[in-house]
C-alpha cells in the first residue's frame, strides 16, 4: 500500500497524519486553537510545500508554511495576506490554499472571505490581491453562506496560465481569459433553488459549494451545488445535470480522480432541508463515465446511525494508483480508502473542516 | 518615553519568548507627539518593531481585533477613547484574550 501524508484541518488545529507500510500514525495535534479552514499541498517543489491556513478567534488569520513535510511551520512577519489600505477592509480567512499550474512553479492562489482571489509569485509566502475581481460590479451583489462568503475554489487552467476558474457562496462561478484582468460570471444551466421559480437560473447568485477538474480533458470540470451536480465540457461555459443515479443531489464536496478521465465522487445529502446522508449511512459514490452513472464506492464506513456530514474541502485525494480517497466529517472522524474499502484514520477531533493528501516516495 | 506592553502566553512566540514588550514612542514635545502618544501610536511603533504580534493585535486597517481587550493602567480602553487612549509615561498596556470561541 502506498506510503501517504494526510493532513486534516479541523476547526481547532491541524492534523497530521501519515501511513507507513500500511499502518497510519497520528502526530499530536499542531496549530492548537485555531481553525485551519484550508491546507494544501504544493506538489511542484523537489520537497512538498504544505500551507494551512489558521485562524485564531483572538489573533486573527494567517497562512503558513513547511518545506519538512510538516514538522515544522513558518510564517512571514508582515500578514501573507492584507487586503490593501484603500479598500477599509480586513480578511477574516483563507478558505483555499491552490498551487498555480506546472508551468508556474512560483504562483499560488488563495481564496478568502471576505470574498476575494489573492495570488502569490513567490510560492505561496506573500499574496497580492487580484484587484479587478474585487471590483467587478456584481461583487455588492453576491450573498453569504451559512459559513459565510468566500471564494472556496479556485481552478487553474491546466494548460492555459492566462485562465483561471473561482467558485464562491454565493455568487457562483466566475473565470478569466486574461490572467485575472478581466472576469465573467459563467453558471449557465445551474440552478439556484433558494430564488422564485422564475428566477432560478440567473446570470450570477447561485450557491456553487465545489468544482473540480477532469484527469484528461482540461475543458471538463465537476460540479457540486446547493441542490445539484453538473459538468460542463467547455469549462463552464455551459453546465448540464449528472446527478441522475445519485440519492441525492445536495452536497458540499467533488472530488475529481487526477489520474483517470471521467472518474468524479461525491459525497451525497438528501436536500438543503434534510442535511443528512439518505438512511443515514456515510457513503461515496463515484462516476467512471463522467457522471453518466454512479455507483457507491467501497465498503467500511459507518452503515448506520450517521447523522453527521462532510464539508466542501474535506473531501480529498491523493494521486496514487489505485486511488486513496480522503474525507473528514464534522463529527471528527478522519477516513482513508477507496474501491477497495475505507478506514478510519482518526476520530474525537474536532470539525474537520479540510483535507489534503500526497503519496510519500 | 516608554510604555509596557504585557502579553498572554499566547502571544510570547510572537515576541522572542517574552511576555513583556518594551515599545519606545516619541516624548513630549517631539513632532509625533500627538499621535504616538496613544494607544495607536504605541501599536504603530510595534508594527515597526515586531510586525508579526501587531498583527495579532489589529488587523490590516490598524483596527483591534474584535476579541482582543486592551488596557491602560488598568483601563478597558473601550471604556475610554479606544484606540485613541492616551498613553502615559511608564504606561502599562495589558493585551488580554477576550472570552471567545468553543
Known amino acids: ?361 | 518615553m516608554t510604555v509596557t506592553l504585557q502579553l498572554p502566553g499566547a502571544l510570547a512566540a510572537y515576541a522572542g519568548g517574552r511576555r513583556e514588550v518594551t515599545v519606545e514612542v516619541a516624548p513630549p514635545g517631539s513632532v509625533a507627539e500627538t499621535p504616538e502618544q496613544t494607544v495607536a501610536g504605541v501599536l504603530d511603533r510595534l508594527a515597526g518593531q515586531l510586525p508579526a504580534l501587531e498583527r495579532r493585535i489589529r488587523d490590516e486597517n490598524a483596527a483591534i481585533r474584535r476579541h482582543v481587550n486592551v488596557y491602560v493602567d488598568g483601563a478597558d480602553i473601550r471604556t475610554l477613547s479606544g484606540a485613541q487612549t492616551a498613553v502615559p509615561d511608564g504606561a502599562v498596556i495589558d493585551v488580554i484574550a477576550a472570552v471567545s470561541g468553543g
Open chain 1, 1 to 361: 500500500m502506498t506510503d501517504t501524508l494526510l493532513l486534516a484541518g479541523t476547526r481547532k488545529g491541524l492534523l497530521l497524519a501519515r501511513r507507513r507500510g500500511g499502518s497510519w500514525q497520528t502526530e499530536p495535534l499542531a496549530l492548537p486553537m485555531t481553525a485551519v479552514y484550508a491546507v494544501g499541498i504544493d506538489t511542484r517543489r523537489p520537497t512538498p510545500r504544505l500551507f494551512a491556513s489558521a485562524t485564531s478567534e483572538h489573533w486573527g488569520p494567517t497562512i503558513l508554511h513547511s518545506d519538512d513535510l510538516g514538522r515544522s511551520w513558518t510564517e512571514p512577519d508582515q500578514a501573507p495576506i492584507a487586503f490593501p489600505k484603500d479598500l477599509d477592509t480586513a480578511l477574516s480567512r483563507a478558505w483555499q490554499i491552490q498551487p498555480g499550474p506546472a508551468n508556474e512553479p512560483d504562483v499560488v492562489y488563495a481564496g478568502t472571505e471576505p470574498a476575494a482571489l489573492f495570488r502569490s509569485e513567490d510560492g505561496g509566502v506573500n499574496f497580492e490581491l487580484v484587484r479587478p475581481l474585487w471590483e467587478h460590479p456584481h461583487r455588492p451583489q453576491w450573498g453569504a453562506g451559512f459559513g459565510g462568503q468566500a471564494i472556496h475554489t479556485v481552478i487553474p487552467h491546466p494548460v492555459d496560465p492566462q485562465r483561471v476558474l473561482i467558485a464562491l457562496s454565493s455568487g457562483g462561478v466566475y473565470r478569466t481569459y486574461d490572467g485575472g484582468k478581466s472576469w465573467a460570471a459563467a453558471n449557465t444551466g445551474i440552478k439556484a433553488t433558494f430564488l422564485p421559480e422564475e428566477q432560478r437560473y440567473p446570470e450570477f447568485g447561485q450557491c456553487v459549494h465545489k468544482v473540480a477538474q477532469d484527469a484528461e480533458d482540461p475543458e471538463r470540470l465537476y460540479l457540486q451545488n446547493h441542490n445539484g451536480v453538473y459538468r460542463s465540457d467547455d469549462w463552464g461555459g455551459k453546465w448540464v445535470s449528472i446527478a441522475d443515479g445519485l440519492p441525492g443531489e445536495f452536497g458540499f464536496a467533488i472530488v475529481a480522480d487526477p489520474n483517470h478521465g471521467g472518474h468524479a465522487y461525491v459525497f451525497p445529502l438528501v436536500s438543503d432541508y434534510s442535511r443528512f446522508t439518505p438512511d443515514f449511512r456515510c457513503r461515496v459514490y463515484g462516476t467512471t463515465d463522467a457522471g453518466e452513472t454512479w455507483a457507491e464506492v467501497g465498503a467500511g464506513l459507518p452503515e448506520s446511525e450517521f447523522y453527521s456530514l462532510v464539508l466542501r474541502d474535506a473531501f480529498s485525494c491523493d494521486a496514487a494508483e489505485p486511488l486513496g480517497l480522503y474525507l473528514g466529517t464534522r463529527s471528527g472522524e478522519l477516513y482513508a480508502g477507496g474501491a477497495d474499502g475505507w478506514e478510519r484514520v482518526a476520530a474525537n477531533l474536532p470539525d474537520v473542516l479540510s483535507v489534503r493528501a500526497m503519496a510519500l516516495a
